[in-house]
């Protein structure tokens, strides 16, 4: 199976503290996603890292991803009670033609 | 203008039935997906759409059947509804198969009574 795997599942932190989700895959990649999702909603993109890419950063998202560990880490700095929600990050296989999901880790920032 | 959507959001009915759920998307995209999540969260690809050629069709009952009459429309097709059908299923669509994020619509909830 292709799908990745985020750790941990469910991550619980006070409002301004960073929160750290980690994912893991199985096969090569072309890149990994990640992606929010809101209870009851669709999900949403948010950052997309390129595999010959070891770091990107967009507004108080950092992505870092180690192809060599076939891992991948998002923070979420400075959180927000507006943070709350499933993060998922998703993978791009060489060989495939589809995103493939993590299991998801679910974030409550307590206000 | 909502960029994915798919009707209806709520959709209850009992086992045997045959139904439908649409999807639509004004992105111009080439490539559209059905995914299905479970109560776990659990996300799983269904189907991937591309110029209206079936790239994959994964491990999913024949029950299942996607139509894609074009570009921008890919609906899903459920023959004889059974209780483990209940989830939440997820159209997306993206520029291309590679390198693209995927846009997401708002989900249906499927309840198999």
């Known amino acids: 199976s292709q799908q990745g795997e985020e750790d941990p599942q469910a991550l619980s932190i006070q409002e301004g503290e960073n929160a750290t989700m980690n994912c893991s895959y199985k096969t090569s990649i072309n890149n990994l996603q990640w992606y929010r999702q809101n209870s009851g909603r669709g999900l949403v993109h948010l950052i997309l890292?390129?595999?010959?890419?070891r770091e990107k950063h967009s507004g108080r998202l950092r992505v870092t991803l180690d192809t060599s560990k076939k891992s991948s880490s998002l923070l979420i700095t400075a959180s927000r009670a507006a943070d709350t929600a499933s993060y998922f990050c998703a993978t791009d296989g060489t060989g495939a033609n589809n995103l493939f999901f993590g299991t998801g880790t679910r974030l409550t920032v307590i206000p | 203008d909502t960029a994915v959507s798919q009707t209806p959001k709520y959709l209850v009915t009992q086992m045997g039935n045959d139904k439908s759920i649409k999807c639509e998307q004004n992105?111009?995209?080439?490539?559209m997906y059905w995914y299905k999540q479970d109560s776990k969260k659990f996300l799983k690809i269904m189907f991937s759409y591309n110029n209206k050629e079936l790239i994959i069709n994964e491990t999913v009952p024949n029950r299942f059947s996607p139509k894609s009459p074009d570009k921008a429309h890919l609906n899903l097709h459920i023959n004889s509804l059974e209780l483990g059908d209940s989830a939440v299923y997820f159209c997306?669509?993206?520029?291309?198969?590679?390198?693209?994020?995927?846009?997401f619509g708002q989900g249906t909830r499927l309840t198999v009574v």
């Open positions: 992105l111009g995209h080439d490539t």
């Open positions: 997306a669509s993206s520029r291309s198969t590679r390198n693209a994020e995927a846009f």
């Open positions: 890292i390129r595999s010959n890419e």
